[in-house]
Protein backbone atom coordinates (compact mmCIF):
# COMPACT_ATOMS: atom_id res chain seq x y z
CA UNK A 1 0.00 0.00 0.00
CA UNK A 2 1.48 3.40 -1.38
CA UNK A 3 1.39 5.79 1.72
CA UNK A 4 0.70 9.49 1.53
CA UNK A 5 3.64 11.80 0.75
CA UNK A 6 2.20 13.79 3.35
CA UNK A 7 2.43 11.77 6.16
CA UNK A 8 5.73 10.84 5.48
CA UNK A 9 6.23 14.44 5.83
CA UNK A 10 3.96 14.67 8.93
CA UNK A 11 6.22 11.44 10.50
CA UNK A 12 9.73 13.19 9.64
CA UNK A 13 8.28 16.89 11.42
CA UNK A 14 6.85 14.86 14.62
CA UNK A 15 10.41 12.65 14.78
CA UNK A 16 13.16 15.53 13.76
CA UNK A 17 11.73 18.86 14.12
CA UNK A 18 8.97 18.30 17.20
CA UNK A 19 12.02 17.18 19.74
CA UNK A 20 13.99 20.36 18.81
CA UNK A 21 11.08 22.54 19.53
CA UNK A 22 9.78 20.79 22.34
CA UNK A 23 13.27 20.01 24.12
CA UNK A 24 13.17 18.40 27.47
CA UNK A 25 9.38 17.73 27.64
CA UNK A 26 7.02 15.48 29.85
CA UNK A 27 4.58 12.75 27.59
CA UNK A 28 1.92 15.86 26.63
CA UNK A 29 4.67 17.75 25.61
CA UNK A 30 4.67 20.18 28.84
CA UNK A 31 7.93 21.22 30.75
CA UNK A 32 7.57 19.67 34.09
CA UNK A 33 9.51 21.73 36.47
CA UNK A 34 9.72 20.99 40.59
CA UNK A 35 10.72 24.35 41.98
CA UNK A 36 12.21 25.18 45.43
CA UNK A 37 13.33 28.10 47.40
CA UNK A 38 11.63 31.28 47.83
CA UNK A 39 8.73 29.84 45.51
CA UNK A 40 5.66 32.08 47.01
CA UNK A 41 3.46 34.91 46.08
CA UNK A 42 5.87 37.57 46.74
CA UNK A 43 4.64 40.53 44.29
CA UNK A 44 0.65 40.77 45.21
CA UNK A 45 -0.25 37.52 43.24
CA UNK A 46 1.73 38.26 40.05
CA UNK A 47 5.04 36.79 40.07
CA UNK A 48 7.40 34.82 38.16
CA UNK A 49 5.83 31.32 39.74
CA UNK A 50 2.62 32.66 39.33
CA UNK A 51 3.77 33.38 35.83
CA UNK A 52 4.69 29.99 35.16
CA UNK A 53 1.53 28.07 36.52
CA UNK A 54 -0.84 30.79 33.53
CA UNK A 55 1.69 29.04 30.82
CA UNK A 56 0.32 25.87 28.97
CA UNK A 57 3.64 24.64 28.59
CA UNK A 58 4.76 24.51 31.67
CA UNK A 59 3.76 22.30 34.48
CA UNK A 60 5.23 23.24 37.55
CA UNK A 61 4.98 21.80 40.98
CA UNK A 62 5.99 24.49 43.92
CA UNK A 63 8.02 23.68 47.11
CA UNK A 64 8.17 26.51 49.06
CA UNK A 65 11.18 25.60 51.20
CA UNK A 66 12.64 29.03 52.67
CA UNK A 67 11.84 28.88 56.46
CA UNK A 68 12.50 32.34 56.85
CA UNK A 69 9.66 33.16 54.54
CA UNK A 70 7.24 30.85 55.71
CA UNK A 71 7.24 31.50 59.49
CA UNK A 72 9.29 28.10 60.62
CA UNK A 73 11.96 25.62 58.87
CA UNK A 74 9.42 23.35 60.22
CA UNK A 75 6.68 24.05 57.29
CA UNK A 76 10.18 23.73 55.25
CA UNK A 77 11.04 20.60 55.82
CA UNK A 78 7.40 19.51 55.94
CA UNK A 79 7.14 20.95 52.13
CA UNK A 80 10.56 19.01 51.28
CA UNK A 81 9.48 15.86 52.58
CA UNK A 82 5.81 15.76 50.41
CA UNK A 83 7.04 17.14 47.31
CA UNK A 84 11.09 15.65 46.67
CA UNK A 85 10.43 12.66 44.91
CA UNK A 86 11.34 9.47 46.65
CA UNK A 87 14.13 8.10 44.60
CA UNK A 88 16.55 9.29 42.09
CA UNK A 89 14.19 7.51 39.50
CA UNK A 90 11.80 8.95 40.09
CA UNK A 91 12.92 12.86 39.99
CA UNK A 92 14.58 11.78 36.12
CA UNK A 93 11.01 9.92 35.20
CA UNK A 94 8.57 12.77 37.13
CA UNK A 95 10.38 15.67 35.96
CA UNK A 96 12.32 17.72 33.04
CA UNK A 97 13.53 21.06 34.96
CA UNK A 98 14.89 21.92 38.25
CA UNK A 99 14.35 25.38 39.39
CA UNK A 100 16.03 27.37 42.25
CA UNK A 101 15.65 30.34 43.74
CA UNK A 102 17.71 31.72 46.30
CA UNK A 103 16.90 28.03 48.29
CA UNK A 104 18.08 27.32 51.30
CA UNK A 105 20.41 24.23 51.35
CA UNK A 106 19.85 23.38 55.20
CA UNK A 107 16.38 22.13 54.02
CA UNK A 108 18.37 19.64 51.37
CA UNK A 109 19.02 16.24 52.15
CA UNK A 110 22.70 15.59 50.97
CA UNK A 111 21.27 12.49 49.13
CA UNK A 112 18.56 14.88 47.68
CA UNK A 113 21.43 17.63 46.25
CA UNK A 114 23.29 13.84 44.78
CA UNK A 115 19.93 13.28 43.06
CA UNK A 116 19.82 16.82 41.80
CA UNK A 117 22.79 16.87 40.51
CA UNK A 118 23.10 13.71 38.68
CA UNK A 119 20.03 14.36 37.28
CA UNK A 120 21.12 17.07 35.49
CA UNK A 121 24.75 15.05 34.63
CA UNK A 122 23.39 11.85 33.88
CA UNK A 123 19.35 11.98 33.66
CA UNK A 124 19.74 15.13 31.10
CA UNK A 125 17.36 17.43 33.01
CA UNK A 126 17.87 20.78 32.65
CA UNK A 127 18.68 23.06 36.22
CA UNK A 128 17.51 26.84 36.23
CA UNK A 129 19.19 28.35 38.70
CA UNK A 130 17.73 31.91 40.27
CA UNK A 131 19.57 34.45 42.49
CA UNK A 132 22.30 33.45 44.78
CA UNK A 133 24.96 30.35 45.33
CA UNK A 134 26.27 31.91 48.08
CA UNK A 135 24.65 35.03 50.13
CA UNK A 136 23.89 36.28 53.88
CA UNK A 137 20.75 35.21 53.92
CA UNK A 138 21.64 31.45 54.19
CA UNK A 139 24.58 28.70 54.12
CA UNK A 140 26.61 28.63 50.96
CA UNK A 141 26.02 26.31 48.06
CA UNK A 142 29.64 26.55 47.03
CA UNK A 143 30.75 22.95 48.61
CA UNK A 144 28.18 21.06 47.58
CA UNK A 145 28.10 18.96 43.73
CA UNK A 146 24.94 21.10 43.01
CA UNK A 147 26.81 24.32 43.12
CA UNK A 148 30.11 22.37 41.30
CA UNK A 149 27.59 21.94 38.19
CA UNK A 150 26.88 25.54 37.72
CA UNK A 151 28.78 27.88 34.78
CA UNK A 152 29.54 29.97 37.88
CA UNK A 153 31.20 30.50 40.89
CA UNK A 154 30.09 33.00 43.80
CA UNK A 155 32.30 36.87 44.09
CA UNK A 156 33.71 37.93 47.10
CA UNK A 157 31.34 41.02 47.59
CA UNK A 158 28.07 38.49 47.36
CA UNK A 159 25.03 40.44 47.35
CA UNK A 160 25.41 43.51 45.31
CA UNK A 161 22.59 46.17 45.88
CA UNK A 162 22.24 49.08 43.33
CA UNK A 163 20.48 50.18 40.35
CA UNK A 164 21.88 47.70 37.78
CA UNK A 165 20.76 48.01 33.55
CA UNK A 166 21.21 44.91 31.55
CA UNK A 167 23.90 44.60 28.96
CA UNK A 168 23.36 42.14 26.30
CA UNK A 169 27.02 39.98 25.12
CA UNK A 170 25.47 37.27 22.67
CA UNK A 171 23.60 38.82 20.17
CA UNK A 172 22.78 35.22 18.60
CA UNK A 173 21.43 33.91 21.17
CA UNK A 174 17.51 32.93 20.69
CA UNK A 175 16.96 34.05 24.31
CA UNK A 176 18.67 37.43 23.97
CA UNK A 177 17.12 37.86 20.63
CA UNK A 178 13.68 37.32 21.55
CA UNK A 179 13.00 40.32 24.06
CA UNK A 180 14.24 44.18 24.44
CA UNK A 181 16.18 43.14 27.60
CA UNK A 182 18.24 46.20 27.50
CA UNK A 183 15.07 48.35 27.63
CA UNK A 184 13.86 46.71 30.60
CA UNK A 185 14.42 48.69 34.41
CA UNK A 186 17.24 48.63 36.11
CA UNK A 187 17.89 45.49 38.59
CA UNK A 188 17.84 46.49 42.28
CA UNK A 189 20.14 43.97 42.94
CA UNK A 190 22.76 40.57 41.81
CA UNK A 191 24.36 37.96 43.20
CA UNK A 192 27.84 38.77 42.31
CA UNK A 193 29.27 35.65 40.48
CA UNK A 194 32.60 34.54 38.17
CA UNK A 195 32.04 32.90 34.75
CA UNK A 196 33.87 29.30 34.79
CA UNK A 197 35.51 28.69 31.85
CA UNK A 198 33.69 27.33 29.15
CA UNK A 199 30.67 28.70 29.82
CA UNK A 200 28.54 31.14 27.84
CA UNK A 201 27.85 34.39 29.44
CA UNK A 202 24.69 35.77 27.78
CA UNK A 203 24.31 39.17 29.41
CA UNK A 204 25.96 41.12 32.09
CA UNK A 205 25.16 44.17 34.59
CA UNK A 206 26.72 47.55 34.05
CA UNK A 207 28.49 47.25 37.21
CA UNK A 208 31.97 48.04 36.26
CA UNK A 209 33.05 44.58 37.38
CA UNK A 210 30.79 43.40 34.57
CA UNK A 211 29.17 40.82 37.20
CA UNK A 212 27.23 38.35 34.64
CA UNK A 213 23.71 38.42 34.76
CA UNK A 214 22.80 35.27 32.53
CA UNK A 215 25.18 32.32 32.16
CA UNK A 216 24.94 29.18 30.59
CA UNK A 217 26.84 25.99 29.64
CA UNK A 218 25.77 22.25 28.97
CA UNK A 219 27.13 19.90 31.32
CA UNK A 220 26.90 16.41 30.88
CA UNK A 221 23.73 15.30 29.40
CA UNK A 222 21.69 18.51 30.93
CA UNK A 223 22.34 22.42 30.68
CA UNK A 224 21.90 24.57 33.80
CA UNK A 225 21.44 28.24 33.26
CA UNK A 226 21.92 31.26 35.61
CA UNK A 227 20.20 33.91 36.33
CA UNK A 228 21.89 36.27 38.84
CA UNK A 229 19.54 38.90 40.40
CA UNK A 230 17.85 38.07 43.63
CA UNK A 231 14.15 37.24 44.07
CA UNK A 232 11.43 38.91 44.94
CA UNK A 233 13.53 42.15 45.53
CA UNK A 234 15.68 42.17 42.60
CA UNK A 235 13.74 41.56 40.01
CA UNK A 236 10.87 43.90 41.33
CA UNK A 237 11.56 46.60 38.77
CA UNK A 238 10.64 44.27 36.33
CA UNK A 239 7.24 42.97 38.20
CA UNK A 240 6.52 46.40 38.32
CA UNK A 241 7.26 47.98 35.48
CA UNK A 242 8.39 46.19 32.41
CA UNK A 243 5.51 44.62 30.18
CA UNK A 244 7.66 41.46 28.78
CA UNK A 245 8.49 40.23 32.57
CA UNK A 246 5.78 37.45 31.99
CA UNK A 247 7.80 36.58 29.45
CA UNK A 248 11.22 37.15 30.81
CA UNK A 249 10.13 34.52 33.66
CA UNK A 250 8.57 31.49 31.05
CA UNK A 251 11.37 32.56 28.55
CA UNK A 252 14.15 31.62 30.95
CA UNK A 253 12.49 28.11 31.94
CA UNK A 254 12.31 27.34 28.16
CA UNK A 255 15.67 27.95 27.58
CA UNK A 256 16.37 25.81 30.59
CA UNK A 257 14.72 22.91 29.39
CA UNK A 258 15.49 23.59 25.83
CA UNK A 259 12.37 24.47 24.58
CA UNK A 260 12.67 27.04 21.35
CA UNK A 261 11.89 30.26 22.66
CA UNK A 262 9.08 32.25 20.50
CA UNK A 263 11.11 35.35 18.62
CA UNK A 264 7.42 37.52 18.23
CA UNK A 265 7.28 39.36 21.50
CA UNK A 266 4.14 40.94 21.26
CA UNK A 267 2.06 38.13 19.88
CA UNK A 268 3.44 36.31 22.95
CA UNK A 269 2.34 38.96 25.14
CA UNK A 270 -0.82 39.08 23.22
CA UNK A 271 -1.57 35.24 23.90
CA UNK A 272 -0.07 35.15 27.25
CA UNK A 273 -2.85 38.00 28.50
CA UNK A 274 -5.46 35.98 27.35
CA UNK A 275 -4.37 32.87 28.97
CA UNK A 276 -4.41 35.19 32.28
CA UNK A 277 -7.63 36.58 31.65
CA UNK A 278 -9.22 33.05 30.74
CA UNK A 279 -8.87 31.40 34.61
CA UNK A 280 -10.21 35.28 35.68
CA UNK A 281 -13.40 35.12 33.29
CA UNK A 282 -13.72 31.59 33.77
CA UNK A 283 -14.08 31.74 37.09
CA UNK A 284 -16.47 34.77 36.81
CA UNK A 285 -18.88 33.30 34.46
CA UNK A 286 -18.87 29.72 36.35
CA UNK A 287 -20.15 31.90 39.57
CA UNK A 288 -23.04 33.80 37.31
CA UNK A 289 -24.04 30.32 36.23
CA UNK A 290 -24.44 29.08 39.54
CA UNK A 291 -25.89 32.40 41.26
CA UNK A 292 -28.34 32.03 38.48
CA UNK A 293 -28.99 28.07 39.27
CA UNK A 294 -29.62 28.97 42.60
CA UNK A 295 -32.50 31.03 42.12
CA UNK A 296 -33.79 28.21 39.96
CA UNK A 297 -32.83 29.03 36.34
CA UNK A 298 -32.01 26.96 33.75
CA UNK A 299 -28.49 26.66 33.09
CA UNK A 300 -28.37 23.21 32.24
CA UNK A 301 -27.59 24.15 28.51
CA UNK A 302 -25.00 26.40 30.06
CA UNK A 303 -23.28 24.12 32.23
CA UNK A 304 -22.60 22.25 28.67
CA UNK A 305 -21.44 25.29 26.76
CA UNK A 306 -18.80 25.99 29.88
CA UNK A 307 -17.68 22.17 28.78
CA UNK A 308 -17.44 23.55 25.01
CA UNK A 309 -14.68 26.36 26.37
CA UNK A 310 -13.12 23.79 27.81
CA UNK A 311 -12.53 21.73 25.28
CA UNK A 312 -11.37 24.97 22.80
CA UNK A 313 -9.03 25.95 25.30
CA UNK A 314 -7.81 22.66 25.69
CA UNK A 315 -7.41 22.70 21.97
CA UNK A 316 -5.47 26.07 21.75
CA UNK A 317 -2.81 24.68 24.69
CA UNK A 318 -2.27 21.62 21.91
CA UNK A 319 -1.38 24.80 19.46
CA UNK A 320 0.52 26.12 21.89
CA UNK A 321 2.50 23.17 22.61
CA UNK A 322 2.85 22.87 19.12
CA UNK A 323 4.23 26.63 18.38
CA UNK A 324 1.47 27.01 16.57
CA UNK A 325 0.62 30.84 17.92
CA UNK A 326 -1.34 32.19 15.73
CA UNK A 327 -4.08 29.43 15.58
CA UNK A 328 -3.88 29.17 19.00
CA UNK A 329 -4.46 33.15 19.53
CA UNK A 330 -7.42 32.30 17.20
CA UNK A 331 -8.88 29.72 19.17
CA UNK A 332 -8.39 32.16 22.37
CA UNK A 333 -10.43 34.51 20.62
CA UNK A 334 -13.22 32.13 20.36
CA UNK A 335 -12.69 31.27 23.93
CA UNK A 336 -13.11 34.73 24.98
CA UNK A 337 -16.21 34.99 22.71
CA UNK A 338 -17.82 32.16 24.00
CA UNK A 339 -17.48 33.10 27.83
CA UNK A 340 -19.02 36.59 27.11
CA UNK A 341 -22.26 34.77 25.69
CA UNK A 342 -22.27 32.50 28.20
CA UNK A 343 -22.21 35.48 30.67
CA UNK A 344 -24.83 37.50 29.09
CA UNK A 345 -27.04 34.38 28.23
CA UNK A 346 -26.48 33.55 31.88
CA UNK A 347 -27.35 37.53 33.19
CA UNK A 348 -30.79 36.73 31.13
CA UNK A 349 -31.45 33.71 32.54
CA UNK A 350 -30.66 35.05 36.12
CA UNK A 351 -33.28 37.89 34.73
CA UNK A 352 -36.19 35.44 33.82
CA UNK A 353 -35.69 33.47 36.95
CA UNK A 354 -35.77 36.41 39.28
CA UNK A 355 -38.97 38.06 37.87
CA UNK A 356 -40.98 35.29 39.05
CA UNK A 357 -39.05 36.06 42.61
CA UNK A 358 -40.20 39.58 42.16
CA UNK A 359 -43.97 38.84 41.34
CA UNK A 360 -43.80 36.22 43.91
CA UNK A 361 -42.68 38.79 46.40
CA UNK A 362 -45.21 41.68 44.99
CA UNK A 363 -47.88 39.35 45.59
CA UNK A 364 -47.19 38.53 49.02
CA UNK A 365 -46.69 41.87 49.96
CA UNK A 366 -49.61 43.20 48.13
CA UNK A 367 -51.67 40.47 49.74
CA UNK A 368 -50.05 41.56 53.32
CA UNK A 369 -51.32 45.12 52.99
CA UNK A 370 -55.09 44.16 51.96
CA UNK A 371 -55.32 41.96 54.60
CA UNK A 372 -53.85 44.53 57.09
CA UNK A 373 -56.31 47.21 55.47
CA UNK A 374 -59.29 44.90 55.66
CA UNK A 375 -58.48 44.33 59.43
CA UNK A 376 -58.05 47.84 60.15
CA UNK A 377 -61.15 49.26 58.62
CA UNK A 378 -63.06 46.10 60.43
CA UNK A 379 -61.81 47.13 63.53
CA UNK A 380 -61.27 51.16 63.53
CA UNK A 381 -64.51 51.81 60.89
CA UNK A 382 -66.81 49.23 61.53
CA UNK A 383 -66.59 49.98 65.44
CA UNK A 384 -69.49 52.74 65.20
CA UNK A 385 -71.70 49.76 64.96
CA UNK A 386 -71.42 48.36 68.43
CA UNK A 387 -72.85 50.42 70.93
CA UNK A 388 -70.42 51.86 74.00
CA UNK A 389 -71.00 49.22 76.99
CA UNK A 390 -71.85 51.09 79.91
CA UNK A 391 -71.56 51.19 83.57
CA UNK A 392 -73.72 48.30 85.32
CA UNK A 393 -75.75 49.43 88.27
CA UNK A 394 -74.11 46.55 90.42
CA UNK A 395 -71.02 47.72 89.88
CA UNK A 396 -71.77 51.64 90.32
CA UNK A 397 -73.51 50.83 93.42
CA UNK A 398 -70.27 49.05 95.05
Avoid at 130 to 148: D, K, V
Avoid at 365 to 390: D, P
Wanted: overall charge negative; hydrophobic content about 40%.
Amino acid sequence: MRRSPKLIFLGILVCFVLPDLLGRTGPEGRIRAICFGDVIDQYGGFNSFVVMRADPAIDATMVPSRGDYLGSYEEAWRNMRIYMPRTYGLLIQDYDLLVTSDADRTVFRPDWIDWMTRSVTDGGLGLEWLGSIQSTSFPSWEATTLAGIAPVEPAPELDLTSNLRVRVLDQQEPLMTALPWEDSPPLANVNTQVPKEGSSIWAVTDHPKGYPLMTYWQVGQGSVLCFSSKFPNGVRPWSRDWPFFPQAMIYLSYRAAEREVPQDALLFKQLFTEFLEYAQRNSLVASVVQFTESFGGRVEGLYRRLDGVAEIKSLADGAYLRGDLEECLDLMGKVKAEQKSITADSMKAKDAALLWVYVTEWCALTSTLLLSGALVWYLMVRRRLYREVGVSRHLADG
